[in-house]
């Protein structure tokens, strides 16, 4: 599986990393978990973000490493590595350019709908997180898994496993989270940093969608709009805005959770969450460009919202009334 990854990354110095915009925690631990990494081997590394690294997990030692994109590449980079991002779209424009002038490119990424963009693809569908698939690198490469890695991987492994709550969550996860224990992960500590010490603006944004979720087909879907300028008069940034399908998502009955946020750019992001095995998210998000996860996908897609909500409302209500 790491063959030709780990020729790439003995025969070259000079890297880079980066990941989706709006970083999730996987996004964040893997890019961290791969620059440290990187620089364990003795190589020369540079970690960047179209976006800056979340209030919440910026504890993460080397979190102050993820920069914002170089307006061009640096000359001498060799090898430009992406991680947990299943096409270049998630990366954004700006990161997208930079990625097809890299020398080399590399793909590590744990969505089944991966595209295969770069030269080197790394890609394990059934991974639970993007930071999985990084430790067995580790693993594979033989280098020393250090307390700062451990935690960037934690915090991957932990977010895209809702905190060790979906069904991705394997014994073999379970294992590796045992690993980062045993190397010092205080998971007391790092769960009250990334879950428990949420800013006092995101609860405006969780009475809001509280305010004025709906909830149809029978209590089966659960959806929330955030409209234009909404954010605004609310007071309240991006980063208050993440999440927001999760509190929808754990109503009783329901099945299919969805987001939908008005970008102010023409395009509508949706979240979506499924909590039916039957139900595949990411074939729904597919329909409309999106993908993802089975129980989790997005999507980005021309607005305005009202017509992007009944699109994508009416994919899922198909779905869900063919169920039994
Ligand atoms: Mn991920």
Redesign the pocket.
Known sequence: MFTDLIQTLQDNERFAVISHFRP????IG?TLAMGLLLQSLGKKVQMWNADPVPQRYDFLTGADLIQPLPPALPEDLQVLICV?SGDLKRIGNEAMELFNKAPFTINI???HTNTRYAKVNVVEGGAA???CIILKLVHALGVELTRPMADALYA?IS??TGSFQYSSTTPEVMRMAAELMEVGVDVGDINRRIYQEIPPTSFITQREVLNNMVVEENGTISHYSMPAGRKAELGVGLEDCKDLVDIIRVMQGVKVAVIFEDLENGLVRVSLRSKDPQVDVSAIAGMHGGGG?CMASGIRMRGPLSEAREKVLNSIRAVVRSLS
């Open positions: 999730d925690g996987d996004a893997s947990d990424d744990h969505h997180a993007c930071g991957a977010t895209d996860h």
